[in-house]
């Protein structure tokens, strides 16, 4: 039986310093068409992985949004801070 609804977490994205790392907030959820789940990073446009459970789908996002920020770098595009929603201790 698969979760029903929406659950979130949060990526940390690599810093040397606090003041450098960014917290995205994930949005996991069940999708049937697929079955899978599917995390999704609402504040990057088209940033989301699946996995066959939610672990799987949170573990494979982080990659995603490494690579999301170093093409939006390589593009010279603007890449959205967090809304700040999720207050995480490192």
Known sequence: M???GFFYTCF?????KEDDMLRYAILVYWNDMNNSFIAE???LPGCMA?????E?????VGPVIAEWIKNAKALNREIPHPKGRLKVKV
């Not at 940390?12 to 040397?16: A, D, E, I, N, Q």
């Open 12 to 16: 940390v994205t690599p810093g040397k």
């Open 41 to 43: 990073v609402p504040e």
């Open 2 to 4: 698969k979760a029903a």
């Open 56 to 60: 799987e789908a949170v573990s494979r």
């Open 50 to 54: 699946s996995g066959a459970s939610y």
